[in-house]
């Protein structure tokens, strides 16, 4: 080639590398201006299914009695992890899933219980209520509610950011908290059951519009339909070999006066201010959520443009029984077993609306139920016991009552948390410090406490013990209590005219099922806040900033 035919070359060359840069730089804008679309290896929709109250041991435990099409199918060539933990100090429904769905812990999510105390104002927060926000679909106000008190981000919110809100993300729960803490900020639409009425509903945080499939669907009366029926065994008595006898006499029951099957639920709700709650605590609730789904999931054409889409399905029954019910009784078993077929036959319309290799789904627990302290007392003859709040605060008044002068120096008990009356201890001029240490050090001396800390201490970081690692990970400065309380393992709060929903248990299930999921079974330790930024793999795009799980490597090809 001689040196003019080179030169020509080479402009050409140039000019030919110069259109590339150009049309890459198009593409590249193209991608920020209309957000991150779909490709070839990142599922067109993610399905995380959370059950509440869920214990890791429940599939091994009824293996035998599922079909194929459900938990057998996910486990058999899903990525299961059966050594995962939720590390958090109170372990319920209301702070687990924000810690699932944001990869990080309460310290930094803020949501510390369902309700905590405003020092400044005084004031009681509820997690998720929201008198400012309206219910969409019912007259009445169990849709007042919204996610402000969510401090960061969470999957979906990361997902509607990054795609330029081309994504579509739905909740759907049984209740209000499960369904607004897993959508986040930005979700299309949260949506829980309305035990008022029977409808679900949603908040005007998320919508302007009620969708008008949910209004048609509310127009079946499904809930009534239910409330009419018995709630009976699935299969034999004698299929139920995996649960203690249905009579069992440590099982309290309905109000402690129902414990046997059939249930009647128009009968055992009779006198209740919202009968249609009862359905709450069978299966038939988990069929409506699967049913309202499956209608999300058709109208709503998930999964069918060139944006990844993201449901969030929260099944509570298991929350809702477990007030009644043990983790072995045959009540647990049946709502288990019947939620082996809403799975199967979800799972069975993702294989036919988008097929079987274009979505994936997670599977966890939004909690673990624990067993009684009378099953644990009598049937393991384990050193355990109950501890009673009411008494031990009436002790810890009169002490400081003693020390300090007459005063109303405790203002809130909640879940193992003691909050001061900030206001009180400044205008006496008192060490709010010298006064924390003093109640941690008298809450010490109760039977049945493992640790009584206060919140300067965890402030400092000055705990340097592994076992306080929950404590550190679930204190927000802003909301938790000035002392938070470990109860000894198998010991358990309670009230004098209430029942509170408490577990020590933080072994959770967490399986991956679907496109590029690689089957197998992993004994290595996980956590729950390594769910998101693995499902943020799955869909390339970057993890909540605050997310501090890790990826599982073990699930990819």
């Known amino acids: 080639m001689d040196a003019k035919h080179f030169l020509t070359f080479e402009s050409q060359f140039f000019d030919l590398m110069r259109n590339i840069s150009f049309i890459s730089f198009l593409l590249l804008m193209s991608a920020v201006c209309f957000g991150q679309k779909q490709n070839d290896n990142s599922p067109k929709l993610v399905v995380g299914i959370n059950i509440e109250h869920f214990r890791a041991d429940y599939i091994i435990r009824y293996w035998d009695s599922f079909q194929l099409g459900g ?43 369902d309700k905590w105390l405003n020092q400044l104002t005084g004031n009681e927060v509820l997690a998720t209520s929201d008198n400012y926000m309206l219910t969409m679909g019912s007259d009445s106000e169990m849709g007042n509610a919204s996610a402000k008190q969510l401090k960061v981000f969470t999957l979906g919110d990361v997902l509607k950011q990054q795609t330029n809100f081309k994504s579509k993300v739905y909740s759907i729960a049984l209740n209000a908290n499960a369904a607004v803490l897993t959508a986040g900020h930005a979700a299309d639409a949260a ?26 669907f509310n127009h079946k009366n499904l809930a009534s339909f239910y409330f009419e029926r018995e709630w009976d065994l699935l299969l034999p008595k004698s299929s139920y070999k995996a649960s203690l006898a249905d009579d069992y006499i440590l099982e309290n029951g309905y109000w402690k006066k129902w414990n046997t099957f059939p249930y009647k639920l128009t009968k055992i709700a009779k006198d209740q201010a919202f009968p249609l709650e009862i359905i ?31 449901l969030n399905i929260t099944f509570s029954t298991l ?29 069975s319309l993702l294989d036919k609306t988008m097929g079987k290799d274009n ?4 599977l966890t627990s939004a909690s673990t139920s624990g067993y009684p302290v009378s099953v644990l007392k009598n049937d393991l003859g384990f050193n355990a016991g109950e501890f009673s709040p009411q008494s031990a605060l009436a002790l810890l008044r009169s002490y ?5 002068g007459v005063g109303d120096w405790i203002k ?29 050090l008298f809450m010490n001396q109760f039977t049945g ?46 009230y004098r005219y209430n029942q509170v929903d408490y577990t020590s248990e933080k072994r959770v299930p967490i399986i991956f099922y679907g496109m590029y999921s690689k089957p197998g079974t992993h004994y290595g330790a996980t956590s729950v806040i390594d769910i998101v930024p693995t499902i943020c793999r799955f869909l390339n795009i970057i993890p909540p900033d605050n997310c501090n799980g890790k990826v599982l490597e073990q699930v990819f090809w």
């Not at 992890?81 to 924000?98: E, M, S, V, Y």
């Not at 400081?400 to 300090?404: E, F, K, P, R, S």
């Open 71 to 113: 938990f057998k199918r996910l486990v058999d060539k899903g990525s299961v992890f059966k050594n995962a933990r939720a590390d958090i100090h109170n372990l319920k429904p209301t702070t687990l899933l924000p810690t699932i769905y944001t990869g990080t812990y309460p310290s930094e999510h803020g949501i510390v219980g």
């Open 191 to 216: 949506f829980w059951f309305d035990h008022s009425n029977g409808n679900f509903v949603t908040s005007s945080y998320y919508a302007k519009q009620f969708p008008e499939w949910a209004i048609e």
């Open 280 to 310: 709450k605590t069978t299966p038939y609730g988990n069929v409506m959520l699967r049913d309202f789904s499956a209608q999300l999931i058709i109208n709503e054409e998930l999964g069918m443009d060139d944006y990844p889409d993201l």
């Open 319 to 347: 929350d809702y029984a477990n007030k009644w019910f043990t983790p072995n009784s045959v009540e647990t078993q049946d709502v288990i077993l019947r939620m082996d077929i809403e799975i199967a036959s979800l799972l």
């Open 359 to 362: 979505y994936l789904v997670f």
């Open 400 to 404: 400081l009552n003693a020390i300090y």
């Open 412 to 440: 809130m008990y909640n879940e193992e948390q003691i909050f001061l009356n900030h206001n009180l201890i400044d205008l006496n001029n008192l060490p709010l410090n010298d006064m924390r240490e003093k109640v941690a």
């Open 449 to 494: 406490v493992k640790a009584a800390l206060p919140a300067h201490l965890i402030e400092q970081g000055n705990l340097n013990n592994p076992r306080f690692n929950i404590i550190e990970n679930s204190y927000c400065v802003q909301r938790s209590g000035d002392i938070l309380i470990l109860l000894d393992e198998g010991w358990h709060p309670t």
